[in-house]
């Protein structure tokens, strides 16, 4: 059963305090591993896509990273306007194939 | 443009009472997603489909209904069989290609009064 975890459950950064979400995964055959941003009361708006060990993606102070086991989101000098919760999710390459399993997000809440 | 719409934006509903969720896009995509998020639990499949009069039970499908007859409308109802309904409910599309991940409409917050 593909598995996705989030850590920490949530976050509290200072503006300009750069740190990392980390989203651990056990999927058979990965074919994409997705990050999400989502504001209070909104859908998830989609961020990245990541395909396979060692791709890189940047946008703004976001940049997404990938190994085998995990990924990482890491905000640089992050203000208070990235405070959302952030969803991880992947795609595997057995079942329905375009089906995604997400995990519990993680908080993120910025402090000027 | 093109997009996913879900409506109404909130919705109430009294005890004993079915009610409906509408999702409609017009991304031409092949395959649609019910989604119940409650706080602390994330996202958890209620039902999907990938293609017109076919959908699949999720993880928690108990309670709930789906019919697929347009390529572009996934209706979800409640039904009185759901006995914890209060949740925000997000539906979302996707193409059928690997690697392809979903667009979210906006959510619909339904609350058992």
């Known amino acids: 059963e593909d598995q996705v975890t989030q850590s920490p459950e949530a976050l509290r950064l200072q503006e300009g305090e750069s740190s990392s979400l980390n989203c651990s995964y056990t999927v058979s055959g990965l074919r994409g591993l997705f990050w999400y941003r989502q504001d209070p009361g909104k859908g998830p708006e989609f961020l990245f896509t990541?395909?396979?060990a060692g791709e890189e993606k940047e946008k703004e102070r976001l940049k997404a990273t990938l190994t085998k086991k995990e990924s990482f989101l890491h905000i640089t000098a992050p203000k208070p306007e990235d405070s959302a919760t952030y969803l991880c999710a992947v795609q595997a390459s057995t079942g329905a194939n375009s089906k995604l399993t997400f995990g519990k997000g993680i908080t993120l809440s910025v402090r000027p | 443009d093109g997009g996913i719409t879900q409506s109404p934006k909130y919705l109430f509903r009294k005890e004993g009472q079915n009610v409906t969720l509408s999702c409609e896009q017009n991304?031409?995509?092949?395959?649609m997603y019910w989604y119940r998020q409650d706080p602390g639990q994330g996202l958890r499949l209620i039902y999907y489909s990938q293609i017109v009069n076919d959908f699949q039970k999720g993880d928690i499908a108990e309670g709930y209904s789906v019919s697929r007859e347009k390529k572009e409308s996934f209706p979800l109802t409640v039904t009185s069989a759901q006995k914890n309904p209060t949740a925000f409910y997000l539906c979302a599309s996707s193409q059928m290609y690997v690697g392809y991940g979903y667009t979210f409409g906006s959510g619909t917050r339904l609350t058992v009064v």
């Open positions: 991304l031409n995509h092949d395959a």
């Open positions: 990541l395909y396979s």
